[in-house]
């Protein structure tokens, strides 16, 4: 298996616009995570997905962001309008969650860095 | 909500020591996970160790092993004959497995670097 493939790598792009992040997961994990890394406050959880549904949001910092997962083999992170404080690594990652051995263990994609001017 | 804490910002050894890297939780539940999470400077997060809250036995990974003191909440990484290539960030991190919670928690995480 490839891993968890995300897109873009790098992103810069001008405060106003809209930025949109993406996300394969690995095939046969039914959860997918949206993380965000910043030096200020550390690695933050911002939305998860179980079976393609989102489980809890609450880490979403505001309207501007929003997170879809039409699909087991992939999401979306949309943040419309960008500002310079979006500015961060974001990383998807997915698990599987049963008792079995391997279980219960987040693999994680290579980020996306964003950078708003 | 359940905390994860790194004392250490920020730690250096010599290249072949031992180093132990601190960490410690705060929960109410009794079945969790616990987990060291490493991230050099490619920035990419990768699985060190995992350790199972019912099991008494300390997880053990080649060089890398954990002391998991479930009474005190306490769950240290200790690296021995330690190599250049463990220079990272790591992070210790926190899972309740419990539907609506699976989510990972994070510590503040712990500089490392390993001085040859």
């Known amino acids: 298996d490839a891993g968890v493939i995300q897109s873009p790598r790098h992103e810069v792009t001008e405060m106003g616009q809209e930025v949109t992040l993406r996300c394969k997961p690995i095939?046969?994990?039914?959860?997918l995570f949206w993380y965000r890394q910043t030096m200020m406050r550390g690695l933050e959880l911002l939305i998860y997905?179980?079976?393609?549904?989102?489980?809890?949001d609450s880490g979403m910092p505001e309207d501007r962001f929003s997170a879809k997962m039409p699909n087991a083999s992939f999401s979306t992170l949309k943040i419309q309008p960008s500002e310079p404080r979006d500015s961060a690594v974001y990383f998807c990652?997915?698990?599987?969650?049963?008792?079995?051995?391997?279980?219960?263990?987040?693999?994680f994609g290579a980020g996306s860095r964003l950078t708003v001017l | 909500a359940q905390t994860v804490t790194q004392s250490q910002p920020e730690m250096s050894v010599q290249e072949a020591e031992t180093v132990t890297l601190s960490c410690t939780y705060d929960t109410s539940e009794n079945n969790y996970y616990l987990f060291w999470y490493k991230q050099p400077p490619s920035r990419q997060m990768i699985l060190v160790i995992r350790q199972e809250a019912y099991k008494q036995q300390n997880a053990t990974e080649n060089r890398f092993s954990v002391n998991f003191q479930k009474a005190a909440k306490s769950f240290s990484l200790k690296i021995s004959d330690s190599q250049l290539g463990d220079t990272a960030m790591y992070f210790c991190?926190?899972?309740?497995?419990?539907?609506?919670?699976?989510?990972?928690?994070f510590g503040t995480g712990t500089r490392l670097t390993i001085i040859p």
């Open positions: 095939s046969g994990h039914d959860y």
């Open positions: 990652a997915s698990s599987f969650m049963l008792s079995v051995a391997g279980a219960n263990v987040l693999t």
């Open positions: 991190a926190f899972m309740n497995p419990n539907f609506g919670n699976e989510k990972l928690t």
């Open positions: 997905f179980n079976n393609n549904v989102p489980i809890d």
